[in-house]
């Protein structure tokens, strides 16, 4: 399988995992700063939470590891919660702010 497919595939999984307090996923939400998936197939993910006082600060990443790994291609995760930058509003996606009425 090529590196765009899979690549697409991680996104596709990663946009299953649900924020539980903004209806809309968290791709779209803006909450994934970084995925990249080096030759060996070792994904790296750069993820924020809307606040670092979110109550699935712990479940969330965890959720995304598991999809993400069970992507065919990806060998091994290496997921890291950042807040920095800190997350805003202006990180959603168009399809987002419309679906959230805030654009």
Not at 16 to 39: H, N, R, S, W
Not at 80 to 103: C, G, H, I, T
């Amino acid at each position: 399988m090529d590196k765009d497919t899979i690549m697409a595939n991680i996104i596709a999984a990663i946009k299953t995992v649900m924020d539980p307090e903004i209806p809309a996923d968290i791709y779209e939400l803006g909450l994934i700063y970084k995925v990249e998936l080096d030759d060996e197939g070792k994904l790296y993910i750069e993820m924020t939470l809307t606040s670092p006082m979110c109550p699935v600060a712990d479940s969330m990443p965890m959720e995304v590891q598991e999809k993400v790994i069970a992507v065919e291609g990806v060998n091994d995760v290496d997921l890291r919660v950042v807040f920095d930058p800190p997350w805003d509003k202006s990180k959603m996606s168009e399809e987002a702010q419309l679906l959230l009425d805030m654009f």
